[in-house]
């Protein structure tokens, strides 16, 4: 199975790490990695994590990690015939995953793997769409006293979070005083390991044969 990442930071550097070196490893090719570009104006980092105090490797550490695997990384606009390009005739996933990510994903992009193209979202389970869904769900849970969040994995469609449940993760319980970067740190591996979890449902059922 063929597999592209669109991920950055902790989530980003987790889910890839996953994919490269967990239980599936030898079942899924990743193909190539899109990640956020820190300092463009396309990455909207004011209302991202990008916007707290971080050091300069966590914003290279998917790139880096990627790099160090020999895995194609894309930094610049998604939505450009370069990319598009690139995406069709060399990347030609099967499947998608979003893990945090900086760049709306329009239809060319999120219709083409035939096996769907996937966001993990933070939230609550308080019905979907998610109260939650937005650009920086940490800082709304927390401005709420959340007591725990879940990782959402949902499809991507044209709205903002919006596009089908496909399953949620086990809570992960918030420490008094803990910021928008501790609950990444905290919840990345939980999102990577849920995300290789539902792939390898995914893999076990007929129709995800895949040349």
């Not at 707290?52 to 998917?62: G, S």
């Not at 993760?169 to 918030?174: A, E, G, R, T």
């Amino acid at each position: 199975m063929r597999i592209a990442v669109f991920g950055s930071f902790y989530r980003g550097f987790h889910v890839l790490s996953e994919l490269l070196k967990g239980p599936l490893a030898g079942r899924v090719k990743v193909v190539g990695v899109a990640t956020d570009d820190v300092g463009s104006g396309f990455v909207s980092r004011e209302r991202r994590v990008w916007a707290y105090p971080h050091t300069h490797d966590e914003e290279l550490m998917v790139e880096r990690l990627a790099a160090a695997h020999g895995i194609e990384t894309y930094k610049g606009r998604v939505k450009s015939p370069e990319f598009y390009r690139l995406y069709e005739e060399q990347w030609r996933p099967d499947i998608c995953i979003a893990a945090t990510f900086g760049q709306r994903i329009d239809a060319r992009l999120f219709e083409r793997p035939a096996l769907g193209f996937y966001n993990l979202h933070p939230c609550i389970d308080d019905g979907w769409p998610s109260h939650y869904a937005g650009p920086n769900p940490f800082q709304v849970l927390l401005d709420h006293g959340s007591d725990h969040v879940v990782i959402a994995m949902h499809e991507v469609d044209d709205g903002f979070d919006t596009g089908k449940l496909l399953a949620l993760s086990d809570k992960v319980y918030v420490p008094a005083g803990a910021t928008v970067v501790d609950l990444h740190k905290q919840t990345s591996p939980v999102a990577a390991r849920f995300f290789v979890d539902q792939l390898g449902k995914m893999l076990a059922m007929p129709h995800s044969a895949v040349a």
